[in-house]
């Protein structure tokens, strides 16, 4: 079985919808395996975007993602990584499909409610990032 990190942005975290996306995950097939809220550091951010450090909305990005608390989640099911990234939509909401996440509960590029894996192999960065195996059922 496969499995992918996601992240309950500050936007949509902020708007309690957190249970609403969790439960889109569940209804999908995905299971939740391990999920917490945490308020990342700006030295935290940093380094989990760090792929973006040298574009132009990095320091952007940043600033959002430690504006308040975000719930990561690993999600496990068949084709984990593929299956969160249709549940989300497009990065930018405005061209994201009606019936996604992003679609349904984003604002902007910015506040784009959710973040997702973008491999198999990201997944395992990123999980660990967040998770210790002992965390993780
Ligand atoms: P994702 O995998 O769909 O989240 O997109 P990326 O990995 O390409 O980008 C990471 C995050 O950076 C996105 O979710 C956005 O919040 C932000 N981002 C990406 N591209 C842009 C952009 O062109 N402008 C701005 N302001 N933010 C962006």
């Given at each position: 079985m496969e499995k992918t990190l996601s992240i309950i942005k500050p936007d949509a975290v902020a708007k309690n919808i957190v249970g609403e996306i969790l439960n889109r995950f569940e209804k999908a097939g995905?299971?939740?395996?391990a999920t917490k809220k945490i308020r990342l550091s700006k030295i935290d951010a940093k380094n989990f975007y760090e792929v973006h450090?040298?574009?132009?909305?990095f320091n952007d990005l940043v600033d959002f993602m430690v504006s308040g608390p975000v719930v990561a989640t690993v999600l496990e099911g068949e084709n984990a990584v593929f299956k969160n990234r249709e549940l989300m939509g497009e990065t930018n909401p405005k061209e994201a499909k009606v019936g996604t996440i992003r679609a349904d509960f984003a604002d902007s590029i910015d506040a784009n409610a959710v973040h997702g894996s973008d491999s198999e192999e990201n997944a395992k960065i990123e999980i660990g990032f967040f998770f210790a195996k002992k965390e993780i059922f």
């Open positions: 995905l299971k939740i395996s450090k040298d574009r132009p909305f």
